[in-house]
Structures are given as C-alpha cells and as structure tokens.
C-alpha cells in the first residue's frame, strides 16, 4: 500500500541493538525460513503490535499515519528488508527483490516530496543516517557512508551480513524464494488505527500499563483446558492433579537464561517440547510450537497432560536436590548443579529426555556416560572459552541423534559423537589445548567467578576421592559457601615485594591471576588474611593452617612453610589442570585438530595477545575516534586492561560505552593509536591476525600430505 509511517518529532531516537533485538528477529526469521524449507508451508512468526494515527491529507495525496506506538519495530524491519533486497540484487535474483523493494519505496508517482520515497520516516535525529543508507548503491560500502557509528547503518551492516552469509549456499536461489515469501507474507503484525482525532496519549498510555503480561506456561494452560473435553469437575480434577503445581512459588520463579527470563515453569514447557519433538524450540514461540504440537500430532489431553505432570515432578525433584549444599549428590543432581553454574539451561532437554519413561531400560552405567561426556565437554569449552552462540542447535542435535541409538549404547554414543566434532561452536578441546590454555589464562578476570568457584569445588572433591563410587573422604565439598581466594594478594606490593626486581613486577601481576593462585576460604576469613603477608602470626599461612580443612587449601599451607612464590604458583597451576583433566577427560588419543587452534584463535583476539606480540605496547593511550568525544582516551596495561581515570575495563568495547554512555559500541573501531590518526585497534588486529596465515597455510598442507 502508498503510504508513509512518520515517527513523531517528540519520540525518542532508535535504540535497538545487535544483541537485544536484530539477532533474535533474525533468528527468528531464519529459523521460519528454514521450517518451510522442510516444508512446514503454513508457519507464521508474530512479531508485536503497533498503533498509527491517520493524518488528515488532501484528495489523491499518499496516505500518512503517525507512529504512536512500535516504532523501533518499524524502523528496523525497513532495514532488514532493505538489506535483503540489497542481497538479492547483488545475486541476480532481480524478481525477488522487486517484491521487497515495494515494502520499502512507495513509488515514483506518489512522491510529491522527497522523504515521499520510503514508508517508514524516522524522528529528525534519525532521518540523515536512515536516508543515507536506505538510497546507498548495491553493494553498500558502509566505511564510505558518512555517519558510521549510527544505529541505523550499524543494523543495517548486520541484516546485509547475516543474510549474505545465510544465502552463500549452493542452493542460494531456493533460500532466496522462501526467503522473500516468508519476509512478504508470513510475518504478522497487530496495526491499532486511530482516527486523526483519538486521543492517541490515552490509548498509548493504557497499552503500555504496568500491567501482568501472560506467560507461555499461562497461554500452554488455557489452551489444554479448553481442548480438554471433561465435565467441570472432572476438568477442576485435572487441573488439581496435573497443573495447579506450576502456580506455586517455586514454577513461578524467574530463571534467567541468556539474555532474557522467564518463569520456570515456562522454561520448562519450552525444555520438555524440544525433548518430545526434538527441534530446536525457541523460548517466544513455545505456545505456537505447543500448539502445533498438540493438533499436528492429535495429541489427546487426557494423556498430555499426566505426561507433563510426570515429567514437571522429575525435574523439579532434581532442581531442588542439586540446590542443596550439603548433602552427597548423585551423578545427575551433581550435573545439574556444575551445569548450572555453566549458566547452561540448554542440556535440560537431555536430562527431560534422560528421565523419560521411554528411556527407563538405558542402563546405570550409560547414563552417567552420557552426562560425564556432556558436562566434559561444557566445562573444557567453557575453560577455553570456546564460542557458546549455536550450541543449542548442536544439543538439539545431538539429542536427535541419541534418540536413534541402542538404549545399551547411549553413553558410547554420545562421546563418538562429540569425538568427531571439528567446527567453532562444536569441538571438544582436547588435553593440550586445555592445559596451553590455563597455564597462562589469568583466569580470576577471565571466568565468571560461579564457574570459577565450581572448578575449585570440583578439585576438592577430586581430592576428597568424591569423583568415584568410593570416596575415600567423609563428605563433599560444602557448595556455594566459599569464594575464591588469591594466596598472593593481588596487592601484594603491600607485604610481599621484598627482594623482588622491576622486571619480576610484570610477571608477578600475570600470575597472581592464574589458576595455580586461587583457592577456597570462607568469606570471614577471606577478609582477615585477603591483603596479609605469607608469614607470621597474623599472617596468611597461618590463618589458613588454623580455619581450614579444604585439602586443595592444606596443599598449599602444608607444601610452603616458608614462601610462596612464582614457582609455586606456577607448579600448583600445573597441578591443578592434571586435576581438570582426570575430572573431566575425553576419550583416549582424542586430538582437536589444529586448523581448530589456528580458526578460534583467529576468532577470539583480545587486547592482551596484541601486547604479548608487542603490537601494543604497555602504557599505550589510545584515542576515541568520533568527533563526539574527541580528547577521551584509554590507557592499555600490562595485562591488556584497559584504563580510564584509573577505572579498569576488560574489553575495548567496555570502555568505549564508559566513554559514550551507550549500551553496544564496536571498540575495536572506536579506538584509535594515534590521535586524529586513521590506524584504529581493527588495524592492529589484522596485523595480529595476518600472522596466523602461514600457520593456516602449513596446517592445510600437512592435512594434504597426510
């Protein structure tokens, strides 16, 4: 339809982000795309509500409507559209990209001025950036564009990256059409149109009222209790026995997961329908997946929902158990708690599927192989900080695949599955990675201190002999309780510099991070000894020989009577990454291959490997670039750390938002050397980077020979 969409002077500027917002909507989209694809022809995606207001206009004049309400929504699906268009031109698929071009332009004869061109009209802060992209030539050159660090562009940039991507297939032409039929036809929009005299504030306001929104586990009960066809008592039967659980305290706790949260018992509907279907399910369209579920499949609810019930009392039974601190664990509820500190609610489809009453005959003995290979390969990826984005879809994968296998055999299967993995977001690391890896990883910055603290409890329970059906100590770990300590302070220049030389200073304030330095200790005893000397009787030894009975602790006190140096931090790290390999080992000669090494090395530079390779030297001011914030500067420490007003920020991107104020900056970008210079940190890196290309060149060479 000709018309015009003009966003009000008075709303605010667009604000939607790569994180938040475009890679969820693209998610989505490919995820729909790629159902039809398999042919499931009739799914849609909802994508929200909006409420525009008719403007009166002269007879014949193109149609105009106020964007009350969902104007980030707007805005952003014309840049996505017009980013697909772009990749279709460039493509040849000019057919295609007519049909989005008339989402986007209105056409030449109902233009009467020149913002008449597009459908959507940004608020005047916006307009510049918007129009500059939107009439940019096929294919855009963003660095050419004149306000790069826009939002606009930056969305833009990322639409036309991840479509292109998505399209550099064999069969680019048939993604191509379903593309373009989804984008044009199964995206769903709620439009609220008000007249030109509503009182369009009122209805805004009310739209937006603090009210309770429905969760899915509310929309899942409504529907089953429809289609269920009981009398009223038997239904408030049914309801009593298999459903009024999930309205307590306890189903109705937000769980985080990601980015977003959701209630519990909505997190678990979504785990438990990726475990019966085995598709990758996404939390916002669990209702629709559920709904397709039930009528696709003329599921009977008189059976569902014993089912769920069944089901919903397992999981919570092992949520609840693995919650405890004190009490021994079994090989389940301790997968669930190290998971958990993981943050990875994606293996709980698994532990559904584990429990389920179809699987009751896989032995003992194949089930905790299953889990010791899962939790092995979470925690040596989560240790080398392996990339996590797409690991759901290898989970629901992998799941699939189990599905397939003899019952007698699941846990065998599971690790000549994960054996095999090769790709970024699905190798197994091996042993050598792993110990290259925290030998050196100033860990206590680097891992989040819940995964931390499970490491450490894990090493004490390994030395507890809690590893095995025979410990050989009284009781586990207390969980949860203690934090993790450094031996040599991390102020150590207040008691421990005697003797040491300027040159030992740099290597000391890199090891007082890693591994072989950290420890358990209660948090009252953490704060009596934390900054204190080694020795004396008010010392740190001492504290710790007379108020713990941690071995991984006693280790230390029994094994450094006198001192403790960079030697035995050095030694106790080796030690204590033997301990991780014999927790958590993978098969017997498993190897990551090296172009592995040479790929996420590549994909994974930070600031301190460009100082370790002397690209950066310590003490460097770097520059902001734009012109906004010109004379703010940051300054690069010894550990690559990044320095403002004496502020510590761990990557460029954090202190380029302390700069600006803004929740998502590209600080690589946004960093400069020099100041008014034109060689940024991006620079820098791909100078690191081309050092990689010989090793990649003599990986593939070897690989040819062999």
Same mark, same amino acid.
């Given at each position: 339809?000709?018309?015009?969409?003009?966003?009000?002077?008075?709303?605010?500027?667009? +604000?939607?982000?790569?994180?938040?917002?475009?890679?969820?909507?693209?998610?989505?989209?490919?995820?729909? =795309?790629?159902?039809?694809?398999?042919?499931?022809?009739?799914?849609?995606?909802?994508?929200?509500?909006?409420?525009?207001?008719?403007?009166?206009?002269?007879?014949?004049?193109?149609?105009?409507?106020?964007?009350?309400?969902?104007?980030?929504?707007?805005? %952003?699906?014309?840049?996505?559209?017009?980013?697909?268009?772009?990749?279709?031109?460039?493509?040849?698929?000019?057919?295609?990209?007519?049909?989005?071009?008339?989402?986007?332009?209105?056409?030449?004869?109902?233009?009467?001025?020149?913002?008449?061109?597009?459908?959507?009209?940004?608020?005047?802060?916006?307009?510049?950036?918007?129009?500059?992209?939107?009439?940019?030539?096929?294919?855009?050159?963003?660095?050419?564009?004149?306000?790069?660090?826009?939002?606009?562009?930056?969305?833009?940039?990322?639409?036309?990256?991840?479509?292109?991507?998505?399209?550099?297939?064999?069969?680019?032409?048939?993604?191509?059409?379903?593309?373009? *039929?989804? @984008?044009?036809?199964?995206?769903?929009?709620?439009?609220?149109?008000?007249?030109?005299?509503?009182?369009?504030?009122?209805?805004?306001?009310?739209?937006?009222?603090?009210?309770?929104?429905?969760?899915?586990?509310?929309?899942?009960?409504?529907?089953?209790?429809?289609?269920?066809?009981?009398?009223?008592?038997?239904?408030?039967?049914?309801?009593?026995?298999?459903?009024?659980?999930?309205?307590?305290?306890?189903?109705?706790?937000?769980?985080?997961?990601?980015? =977003?949260?959701?209630?519990?018992?909505?997190?678990?509907?979504?785990?438990?329908?990726?475990?019966?279907?085995?598709?990758? =399910?996404?939390?916002?369209?669990?209702?629709?997946?559920?709904?397709?579920?039930? @009528?696709?499949?003329?599921?009977?609810?008189?059976?569902?929902?014993?089912?769920?019930?069944?089901?919903?009392?397992?999981?919570?039974?092992?949520?609840?158990?693995?919650?405890?601190?004190?009490?021994?664990?079994?090989?389940?509820?301790?997968? *669930?708690?190290?998971?958990?500190?993981?943050?990875?609610?994606?293996?709980?489809?698994?532990?559904?599927?584990?429990?389920?009453?179809?699987?009751?005959?896989?032995?003992?003995?194949?089930?905790?192989?299953?889990?010791?290979?899962?939790?092995?390969?979470?925690?040596?990826?989560?240790? *080398?900080?392996?990339?996590?984005?797409?690991?759901?879809?290898?989970?629901?994968?992998?799941?699939?695949?189990?599905?397939?296998?003899?019952?007698?055999? @699941?846990?065998?299967?599971?690790?000549?599955?994960?054996?095999?993995? #090769?790709?970024? *977001?699905?190798?197994?690391?091996?042993?050598?990675?792993?110990?290259?890896?925290?030998?050196?990883?100033?860990?206590?910055?680097?891992?989040?201190?819940?995964?931390?603290?499970?490491?450490?409890?894990?090493?004490?329970?390994?030395?507890?002999?809690?590893?095995?059906?025979?410990?050989?100590?009284?009781?586990?770990?207390?969980?949860?309780?203690?934090?993790?300590?450094? +031996?040599?302070?991390?102020?150590?220049?207040?008691?421990?510099?005697?003797?040491?030389?300027?040159?030992?200073?740099?290597?000391?304030?890199?090891?007082?991070? %890693?591994?072989?330095?950290?420890?358990?200790?209660?948090?009252?005893?953490?704060?009596?000894?934390?900054?204190?000397?080694?020795?004396?009787?008010?010392?740190?030894?001492?504290?710790?020989?007379?108020? #713990?009975?941690?071995?991984?602790?006693?280790?230390?006190?029994?094994?450094?009577?006198?001192?403790? %140096?960079?030697?035995?931090?050095?030694?106790?790290?080796?030690?204590?990454?033997?301990? @991780?390999?014999?927790?958590?080992?993978?098969?017997?000669?498993?190897?990551?291959?090296?172009?592995?090494?040479?790929?996420?090395?590549?994909?994974?530079?930070?600031?301190?490997?460009?100082?370790?390779?002397?690209?950066?030297?310590?003490?460097? %001011?770097?520059?902001?670039?734009?012109?906004?914030?010109?004379?703010?500067?940051?300054?690069?420490?010894?550990?690559?750390?990044?320095?403002?007003?004496? =502020?510590?920020?761990?990557?460029?991107?954090?202190?380029?938002?302390?700069? #600006?104020?803004?929740?998502?900056?590209?600080?690589?970008?946004?960093?400069?050397?020099?100041?008014?210079?034109?060689?940024?940190?991006?620079?820098?890196?791909?100078?690191?980077?081309?050092?990689?290309?010989?090793?990649?060149?003599?990986?593939?060479?070897?690989?040819?020979?062999?």
């Amino acid at each position: 339809m000709p018309q015009r969409l003009l966003v009000p002077l008075f709303q605010r500027p667009y +604000v939607w982000s790569e994180e938040a917002q475009w890679q969820p909507l693209w998610d989505d989209i490919r995820r729909l =795309v790629e159902r039809r694809i398999d042919g499931d022809q009739n799914a849609t995606h909802f994508l929200g509500a909006v409420v525009l207001q008719q403007q009166a206009n002269h007879v014949g004049a193109l149609a105009v409507r106020t964007v009350i309400d969902g104007q980030q929504r707007l805005t %952003t699906l014309q840049l996505l559209l017009d980013a697909v268009h772009g990749q279709f031109e460039n493509r040849g698929f000019d057919g295609l990209a007519r049909q989005i071009a008339d989402l986007v332009e209105n056409a030449e004869h109902f233009r009467e001025q020149p913002e008449d061109r597009y459908k959507v009209w940004p608020t005047n802060r916006d307009r510049g950036a918007f129009n500059e992209v939107m009439s940019a030539a096929n294919p855009v050159d963003y660095s050419a564009l004149g306000v790069t660090d826009s939002r606009m562009i930056k969305a833009h940039r990322y639409f036309s990256s991840v479509v292109g991507e998505w399209l550099d297939t064999d069969d680019a032409a048939h993604r191509a059409s379903h593309l373009a *039929v989804v @984008i044009t036809g199964q995206l769903q929009l709620v439009a609220i149109e008000l007249q030109y005299d509503e009182d369009a504030q009122e209805i805004f306001e009310t739209l937006n009222a603090r009210g309770t929104p429905l969760t899915p586990a509310d929309l899942i009960k409504n529907f089953v209790f429809q289609r269920l066809d009981a009398s009223p008592d038997a239904t408030e039967l049914a309801y009593r026995n298999n459903w009024a659980e999930f309205e307590t305290p306890f189903w109705e706790q937000d769980v985080q997961t990601g980015r =977003v949260t959701y209630s519990r018992s909505s997190l678990f509907l979504n785990q438990w329908l990726i475990a019966t279907t085995f598709e990758n =399910v996404a939390a916002r369209e669990v209702f629709s997946q559920f709904k397709r579920f039930v @009528i696709e499949g003329d599921v009977q609810m008189t059976e569902l929902l014993p089912r769920i019930r069944e089901a919903a009392d397992k999981y919570g039974d092992m949520v609840r158990k693995a919650a405890d601190r004190t009490s021994p664990l079994s090989r389940l509820e301790l997968f *669930v708690y190290r998971t958990g500190n993981l943050e990875s609610e994606i293996v709980k489809p698994l532990l559904i599927w584990l429990d389920a009453p179809a699987q009751v005959d896989v032995p003992v003995g194949q089930v905790h192989k299953t889990l010791d290979v899962v939790e092995s390969w979470l925690v040596r990826r989560a240790l *080398v900080r392996a990339k996590s984005q797409g690991t759901n879809n290898l989970l629901v994968d992998f799941l699939g695949h189990l599905n397939e296998q003899p019952h007698a055999t @699941i846990g065998d299967a599971a690790e000549e599955y994960f054996a095999r993995q #090769t790709g970024p *977001v699905s190798f197994w690391p091996d042993d050598a990675e792993v110990r290259r890896e925290l030998s050196s990883l100033q860990i206590y910055r680097r891992l989040r201190r819940g995964r931390l603290r499970m490491i450490l409890e894990a090493a004490e329970d390994h030395a507890r002999g809690w590893t095995g059906t025979n410990p050989k100590h009284e009781q586990p770990v207390i969980r949860e309780v203690c934090t993790v300590e450094h +031996v040599m302070p991390q102020d150590w220049r207040k008691h421990w510099s005697n003797g040491v030389s300027p040159e030992q200073e740099t290597e000391r304030d890199r090891l007082v991070q %890693t591994l072989g330095n950290l420890t358990l200790i209660t948090q009252s005893l953490n704060s009596q000894v934390s900054n204190g000397p080694w020795l004396g009787d008010k010392g740190k030894r001492a504290g710790l020989n007379a108020n #713990t009975s941690l071995l991984i602790t006693r280790a230390i006190v029994d094994g450094s009577p006198e001192s403790w %140096t960079e030697v035995d931090i050095q030694r106790r790290t080796e030690a204590l990454i033997s301990s @991780i390999l014999e927790i958590w080992p993978v098969p017997n000669g498993h190897v990551t291959a090296s172009a592995q090494h040479v790929e996420r090395a590549r994909s994974r530079v930070e600031v301190a490997d460009l100082v370790r390779a002397g690209l950066v030297p310590v003490g460097t %001011t770097l520059h902001a670039r734009p012109a906004s914030h010109a004379g703010k500067t940051c300054m690069v420490s010894d550990d690559g750390r990044l320095f403002i007003d004496d =502020v510590p920020y761990m990557t460029l991107s954090g202190a380029a938002r302390a700069v #600006t104020g803004s929740q998502s900056e590209a600080g690589w970008w946004f960093w400069l050397t020099q100041a008014n210079g034109d060689r940024s940190m991006v620079d820098v890196r791909r100078e690191y980077l081309e050092g990689f290309e010989d090793v990649t060149d003599s990986v593939v060479e070897e690989e040819e020979e062999d």
